[in-house]
């Protein structure tokens, strides 16, 4: 916690090296955040990457390590949503300044970043599996195609879908149990959120 708060502190002096670091602390997470609003890889992107403009703008407002991640989220929710809504009509109104605003985010917004970094747990165990496995794993589970586009997406069978995702099912639980119970129960917890959807 000291190093976050080091760089923190450094993002305030204006040091670009801390703007990077949060960038990698935080960029993947937040683009598969964005992405779950847009569904779209390039607008996730395109957010993310303002974001981290408006971060370094408003960098002098940071206090603290919760303010920082509260104001990435919230921020890149509302980009979002903005962009969502241009589509159809522009926005009269000026951003709220996140940082000087800052609340408890709402009840959605914390499912999200919970969901978030779950999926982050989860993808870093996905992308140790076989090649097919991860493949599969990630458009089921991550992506929520169901057997017929992975078939077509992979030119592969339905049996070939179904046995590769028991595999990897049955290789995250035993990762998971032998790295933290808890874990387990919160990625099994995403999973079938995922099924439901």
């Not at 991640?69 to 159809?88: E, G, H, V």
């Not at 995250?172 to 874990?183: G, I, M, Q, V, W």
Request: charged share 25%.
């Amino acid at each position: 916690m000291l190093q976050l708060e080091s760089h923190i502190n450094a993002l305030k002096e204006g040091h670009e090296n801390a703007l990077y670091f949060f960038m990698d602390h935080f960029g993947h997470a937040l683009r598969y955040f964005a992405f779950s609003y847009l569904r779209s890889k390039t607008d996730a992107e395109e957010i993310v990457s303002d974001i981290f403009v408006k971060l370094w703008n408003n960098r002098q407002k940071v206090d603290n390590y919760e303010s920082l991640k509260a104001f990435l989220y919230i921020a890149t929710k509302n980009a979002c949503i903005d962009m969502k809504r241009s589509t159809r009509f522009k926005m009269q109104t000026e951003e709220l300044d996140i940082l000087q605003n800052l609340s408890i985010p709402e009840d959605d917004i914390l499912k999200k970043i919970f969901r978030t970094e779950l999926t982050e747990l989860l993808l870093i165990e996905i992308d140790k599996l076989p090649r097919q496995q991860a493949e599969i794993s990630k458009l089921s589970f991550l992506e929520g195609w169901n057997t017929e586009e992975i078939c077509q997406a992979l030119d592969t069978t339905p049996s070939n879908v179904y046995y590769a995702r028991s595999k990897a099912l049955l290789a995250l639980k035993e990762r998971f149990k032998s790295k933290n119970f808890e874990y387990l129960l919160l990625i099994s917890m995403s999973i079938i959120h995922v099924f439901k959807n």
